[in-house]
């Protein structure tokens, strides 16, 4: 099975602070990884697919890069809707494995 | 719109068995492959299991193979998760979800999940 490893798994920010989100998978993915958030209670929601394509609908403060094996996440300016937890996920391979996730808290 | 709504959810004593059932609207059923991911409480996400949309092709968690079984009834557009022999370590919200095309491994649908409590 491929691991995914998100780092930090937690982080506190401010109201239009740069966030970035690191990913990374232990082998290639050839950028077949998602990027979802959660806020509690609810479901995840869609925010990347193949690495960079922004979903329909996700502002584009979000941004999604990376290749190979190590793939980020940024947000250019934090807004208050954003304090989720995020999650990457690779569907490179089955079994479909997901990153234990970053929680985006108010610093 | 595209809405998938879960049941099935509730307290089970280890040992026992569940059906899970997601009913889906606004999109072609029978050409999407669908998927059950969970979320025990306070954790983080886990996939399931996934289906074709002719079931030719199904995939598992290797740690839930031989105990759960994924279905689907095009005809109802209905996906099912059959439960069995299930352990304190299942109680998770069960969500199911989609991709925006067959074989899709991201989700872009997600149901609001149904939670399955295992509890003597």
């Known amino acids: 099975d491929i691991q995914m490893t998100q780092s930090p798994s937690s982080l506190s920010a401010s109201v239009g602070d740069r966030v970035t989100i690191t990913c990374r998978a232990s082998?290639?993915?050839?950028?077949?990884l998602a990027w979802y958030h959660q806020k509690p209670g609810k479901a995840p929601k869609l925010l990347f697919y193949?690495?960079?394509r922004l979903e329909s609908g996700v502002p584009s403060r979000f941004s999604g890069s990376g290749s190979g094996t190590d793939y980020t996440l940024t947000i250019s300016s934090l807004q208050p809707e954003d304090f989720a937890t995020y999650y990457c996920?690779?569907?490179?391979?089955?079994?479909?494995?997901f990153g234990q996730g970053t929680k985006v808290e108010i610093k | 719109e595209v809405q998938l709504v879960e049941s099935g959810g509730g307290l089970v004593r280890p040992g026992g068995s569940l059906r899970l059932s997601c009913a889906a609207s606004?999109?072609?059923?029978?050409?999407?492959?669908m998927n059950w991911v969970r979320q025990a409480p306070g954790k983080g996400l886990e996939w399931v299991s996934s289906?074709?949309?002719?079931?030719?092709?199904?995939n598992y968690a290797d740690s839930l193979k031989g105990r759960f079984t994924i279905s689907r009834d095009n005809a109802k557009n209905s996906l099912y998760l059959h439960l069995n022999s299930l352990r304190v370590e299942d109680t998770a919200v069960y969500y199911c979800?989609?991709?925006?095309?067959?074989?899709?491994?991201?989700?872009?649908?997600w149901g609001q999940g149904t939670l399955v409590t295992v509890s003597s």
């Open positions: 979800a989609s991709g925006p095309y067959d074989s899709s491994g991201y989700l872009t649908y």
């Open positions: 606004g999109f072609t059923f029978s050409t999407y492959s």
């Open positions: 289906i074709s949309g002719s079931s030719s092709y199904i």
């Open positions: 082998q290639g993915i050839s950028n077949s």
């Open positions: 193949a690495a960079s």
């Open positions: 996920q690779q569907y490179y391979n089955t079994p479909w494995t």
